[in-house]
């Protein structure tokens, strides 16, 4: 048994380094200024972004989402990095590495997105900081073998409402984490909501509306979360780093309307497209 597992985390491993490998044509569209989004964070907000890896693909496909993977952001609970390095201000769950910290900087060329709970309070915050930094160095299990290569097919023809129990599948052991199922643990461990499943309760009373109902709100699995959850949660805030540091449209400098016509331009930027890089160094 020892040398079939021995098997099967090798054959994983594999599995997983294949999947970690980048998607070719992959270009952000609108990644964050790194020092405006340093300086908007708060501990315990959730920072989406839009991998480029092979399993992201395969995830945003699952998902219908932009978002490919979540990390917390724990500020300075992890005191200052060995050897005068960069703090590590993040903590996510990778595959193949497990629950690790990494430096905000990891994402600074990514689009991202910042997802705030709204009303948490001071202690509660530490305390979903403190969840995840209990829980670093959690391993995935690459022995599941059947839990990794689902994520080999990008885009495979299920029905939509198959999707999100693909994401869940796996060994459901303590070991297994990936990237937002944890942090949903982390939040459900304070009894904050992300997206609730809410069971509509008819009254008893006769007399009562018919349109009357109570709502129970029931704790999804965290195996069931995945990192759009955060951005379409009601409970979550979206903050905009531009936005916050106090955007105004009027300071903006906008290049010269164009004077040619749309297919000359278009003609334009082909032939530019299409020189040599020396050319168009010298033509500069």
């Known amino acids: 048994m020892s040398f079939f597992n021995t098997l099967l985390d090798r054959i994983g491993k594999a599995i997983a380094a294949r999947l970690e490998e980048p998607s070719s044509g992959y270009e952000p569209f609108t990644p964050s200024d790194p020092i405006t989004l340093r300086r908007t964070l708060q501990p315990a907000d959730v920072l989406l972004v839009e991998g480029n890896q092979k399993i992201a693909t395969a995830i945003k496909y699952l998902t219908q989402s932009t978002w490919s993977h979540?990390?917390?952001?724990?500020?300075?609970?992890?005191?200052?990095?060995?050897?005068?390095?960069?703090?590590?201000?993040?903590?996510?769950?990778?595959?193949?590495?497990?629950?690790?910290?990494?430096?905000?900087?990891?994402?600074?060329?990514?689009?991202?997105?910042?997802?705030?709970?709204?009303?948490?309070?001071?202690?509660?915050?530490?305390?979903?900081?403190?969840?995840?930094?209990?829980?670093?160095?959690?391993?995935?299990?690459?022995?599941?073998?059947?839990?990794l290569a689902r994520y080999l097919f990008p885009t495979p023809p299920v029905p939509v409402r198959w999707r999100r129990r693909m994401i869940a599948l796996g060994s459901g052991e303590p070991t297994r984490a990936i990237c937002s199922t944890l942090i949903a643990e982390a939040f459900q461990s304070v009894r904050y909501p992300i997206l609730p499943r809410i069971e509509r309760v008819a009254p008893s009373h006769p007399a009562a509306s018919p349109y009357s109902r109570r709502e129970i709100l029931h704790i999804r699995h965290h195996s069931l979360f995945t990192p759009r959850d955060f951005d379409l949660s009601p409970y979550f805030a979206i903050i905009k780093p531009t936005i916050e540091e106090g955007f105004d449209y009027r300071a903006l400098t906008w290049a010269e309307p164009e004077t040619d016509t749309p297919s000359a331009a278009n003609a334009r930027e082909r032939a530019e497209d299409a020189a040599p890089a020396d050319a168009r160094a010298q033509g500069s």
């Open 70 to 147: 979540a990390a917390l952001y724990v500020g300075d609970a992890l005191g200052p990095p060995p050897h005068g390095g960069e703090p590590r201000t993040l903590i996510e769950v990778n595959l193949g590495e497990g629950a690790v910290a990494v430096p905000l900087s990891k994402y600074e060329t990514y689009n991202t997105r910042i997802c705030r709970p709204v009303g948490l309070t001071v202690a509660d915050r530490r305390k979903v900081v403190q969840f995840m930094v209990d829980r670093l160095g959690l391993e995935y299990d690459t022995r599941n073998i059947i839990d």
